[in-house]
């Protein structure tokens, strides 16, 4: 075998910067980000959230108390697999990627406990 150095060099630079796009690329899911998602899509067309939106969907407040992040991920890609009737679009047309920052934005919507 001919010992070829530069070249593997070359080969692990290359692996090594992969590694840092991918990295950097698809850092975790942000709930900021998925807020901003939520309001480019217009779901506080059907939707409100603190008091602010429409009424045809149920209320966004305190969803993330009430869903766990994998039914929400569902319902907004499918909402016909939760109810075949469901009047919601599905968002699988949004990346994975805003799926995932919608999920993590709704599930920080916890209920707040009534106070006394
Ligand atoms: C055309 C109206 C409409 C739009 C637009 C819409 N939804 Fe909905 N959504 C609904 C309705 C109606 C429901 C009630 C359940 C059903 O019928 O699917 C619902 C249910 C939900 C639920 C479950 C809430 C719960 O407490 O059970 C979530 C989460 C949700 N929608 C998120 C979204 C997100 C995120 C968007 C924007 C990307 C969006 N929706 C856009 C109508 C809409």
């Given at each position: ?26 850092p975790k899911p942000s709930a900021s980000a998925g ?66 920052d919608?999920?993590a ?12």
């Amino acid at each position: 075998m001919r010992l070829n150095l530069p070249g593997q060099i070359a080969t692990v630079s290359l692996v090594f910067a992969c590694a840092v796009t991918v990295a950097f690329a698809s850092p975790k899911p942000s709930a900021s980000a998925g807020q901003k998602v939520l309001e480019a899509n217009h779901c506080t067309m059907c939707h409100s959230l603190k008091g602010v939106g429409g009424k045809i969907g149920p209320d966004l407040a305190g969803v993330g108390s009430r869903r766990k992040p994998d039914w929400i991920a569902k319902q907004i890609e499918d909402p016909k697999s939760h109810n075949a009737k469901s009047i919601m679009p599905s968002f699988a047309q949004l990346s994975k990627r805003e799926r995932e920052d919608l999920v993590a934005y709704l599930s920080t919507l916890k209920e707040v406990p009534a106070s006394r």
